[in-house]
């Protein structure tokens, strides 16, 4: 008979944090595993700061295991009971008015404590803080967003107090990777930059795509950090520029390090090795606050085909039509923040000199970050009598047994027609100074006009706060198109929490230049990437003196020069979740600085309130 959880305040764990040197050789996150149907878990939230300033974040287990990963089966319980050890904030240690203390109180109904408390990220040259507001989101799984479950709008815990989770995992839950994280608006960033966060494996991906059945498994979470020089970074998709971040496999830094004198920035891969021959099985987490990847394995320069087996949590091909879905061959896959990506890869040849996994240049917009091509990991080719290590617990594959088809938990949605489109857009300040998603336009499936956000009362371009109305209202059990514009000039990624959508086209993308994403028509995901809009900025004049109306890409009469780049997808309400939630983009610096909404999923019988 399972456990029942400990309720009670975690203590403070020593050693909390660690990193490991560049050029390390990856180690598999410590993993916990469900038992009877229930896994219970206890974290110490802890915050320390590195040689270079950084402030890391990190959940520890009371026995010390460091983000561990959480292996889970469909149906199972998750029960989580997390204490924040982070220091209080004061206003001794940050006195005003240079290092304002932030804090907004929460209108009830509220889950947890009922005001947001931020030190001002401004209290150190690397902008960083030292406590604050926390809570835990289960980024992708299909779970409720009431009060003690996967609810973010509402749910605070503070420096000093304990909360507990209770997680039901559906029993149709696809298998695949998932992940956790803090997700109190306006400390995101922050938060998962200093490496809050960690895996989670619903299992049973052997019998729903028995390629991976057998196969040696890597779990591999890439997060960032700042790097530790702290020069100003490059324009947006500028090759060989200085990135935003420095980037970290497992918690290894890959190093960035650009040298003054010749103006070249290096890096310093972390190492997988592997045996001659082999296939694997890797599934790979952006966990980063802010950095979009564009993954390739390469041998000696080459591009190399990997066989995409999961997105986002969930098999490709494996909701509709001939079981088990048939895999997806490609030689690079968009991994916008804190999408996931399940792949079969296969070792070097000996003869190839260098064999590593890539993150390509990103073409960013005019506005956006830059994320230059950078090696993540060398493959090192050993002997197999030379790799001696034991494996870890959740090292290898299940042997297949029998195909499971039962977990279809979005089948069926090309059959169902959608009750209405829906046109959701990303737009900013051209300063960076506020973010913003809105819901502009609504229409049924009979052609009638439908509420809007505006006549839900979110005004067009207002920034997220936790007590706004939903801008979206919608019922649990229909499918709605949404048109996901970006009219903004740096690329944005769409976080939908709660649900999935099916990826139906990627449209104007070419017109700024960009590729539409390999792989993903046709499937479900959670996070989807929108690049940049192609046309002028705002005028800037003594009116208008930081440009930020009217809106960029558009022309005198206020229509756009160029089509919007667009992503077309169904969004599927079907499942069991009702209550509010969000929907943002997952650069989590454009998300703390507004560009979120409320999203309010009613049942069939309507809303009350």
């Known amino acids: 008979m399972a456990q029942s959880p400990a309720t009670g305040p975690v203590a403070p764990v020593a050693n909390a944090c660690q990193r490991f040197p560049a050029g390390s050789v990856v180690q598999q996150p410590p ?78 109904p509220n889950c947890g404590d009922t005001t ?15 406590g604050g507001s926390m809570n835990i989101h289960y980024h992708g799984t299909n779970t409720t967003p009431a009060c003690h479950g996967d609810n973010v709008t509402k749910t605070l815990v503070n420096p000093g107090s304990t909360f507990s989770y209770s997680i039901l995992i559906p029993a149709d839950e696809p298998p695949g990777l998932y992940w956790y994280h803090p997700h109190v608006h306006g400390l995101a960033e922050a938060a998962v930059q200093g490496g809050g966060s960690g895996l989670i494996v619903v299992e049973g991906i052997h019998n729903v795509q028995p390629a991976t059945a057998g196969l040696r498994q890597r779990l591999l979470i890439i997060r960032d950090q700042q ?23 497992n918690n290894i830094s890959i190093n960035t390090f650009t040298n003054t004198t010749t103006g070249v920035t290096s890096y310093t891969p972390a190492v997988i090795q592997m045996a001659p021959g082999a296939q694997e099985f890797w599934r790979v987490s952006n966990s980063t606050s802010n950095a979009i990847l564009d993954l390739q394995v390469q041998f000696d320069g080459m591009a190399q085909t990997i066989q995409i087996v999961g997105i986002d949590g969930v098999p490709v091909n494996s909701q509709d039509g001939t079981q088990p879905g048939q895999l997806i061959p490609v030689t690079h896959f968009l991994l916008p923040p804190a999408a996931r990506v399940e792949f079969l890869v296969n070792a070097p040849p000996s003869t190839v000199k260098v064999a590593r996994l890539m993150t390509r240049n990103i073409l960013t917009g005019p506005l956006g970050d830059d994320d230059p091509t950078r090696p993540l990991v060398s493959m090192q080719l050993l002997p197999r009598g030379a790799l001696t290590a034991a494996l870890p617990a959740d090292g290898m594959v299940p042997a297949f047994t029998a195909l499971n088809t039962n977990l279809r938990r979005f089948g069926g949605i090309m059959d169902v027609e959608p009750a209405l489109t829906r046109t959701v857009y990303f737009a900013e300040n051209q300063d960076g100074s506020w973010f913003f998603i809105n819901a502009s336009g609504c229409v049924t499936a009979a052609g009638a006009q439908c509420a809007t956000q505006v006549t839900n009362g979110v005004p067009i371009d207002t920034p997220f706060d936790n007590n706004n109305p939903p801008s979206i209202i919608t019922t649990q ?56 809009c192609n046309g002028p900025p705002p005028a800037v004049t003594p009116t208008n003196p930081n440009g930020n109306s009217p809106p960029a890409c558009v022309d005198a009469q206020g229509n756009p020069v160029f089509p919007y780049p667009q992503v077309v997808a169904l969004m599927d309400f079907r499942g069991m979740d009702i209550g509010d939630f969000v929907f943002h983009c997952h650069i989590l610096g454009h998300e703390d600085l507004g560009m979120m909404g409320i999203e309010r999923v009613c049942p069939s019988t309507g809303c009350t309130n």
């Open 31 to 108: 993993a916990l595993f469900s038992q009877n149907g229930v896994l219970n878990v206890r974290f110490s939230y802890q915050t320390t700061t590195d040689s270079f300033g950084r402030q890391l974040f990190c959940f520890m287990t009371p026995d010390g295991l460091e983000n561990p990963t959480l292996h889970l089966n469909p149906g199972d319980t998750l029960n989580v009971t997390v204490t924040n050890n982070t220091p209080p904030v004061n206003t001794t240690t940050f006195p005003p008015p240079a290092n304002q203390i932030v804090t907004e109180p929460y209108n009830a």
């Open 116 to 130: 947001e408390i931020e030190g001002n990220p401004g209290v150190s040259a690397l902008n960083t803080m030292t």
């Open 227 to 249: 790097t530790t020089q702290g020069f100003k970074e490059s324009a947006g998709g500028t090759e060989g520029g200085i990135p935003q971040v420095d980037l970290t496999v």
């Open 477 to 532: 059990g229909t499918v709605e198109k949404w048109i996901i514009q970006n009219r903004a000039q740096e690329n944005h990624e769409l976080h939908q929490h709660q649900i999935h959508f099916m990826v139906l086209r990627q449209e104007h993308f070419e017109i700024n230049g960009s590729e539409p994403a390999p792989a993903i028509n046709g499937q479900f995901l959670d996070m989807v990437q929108v690049p940049f």
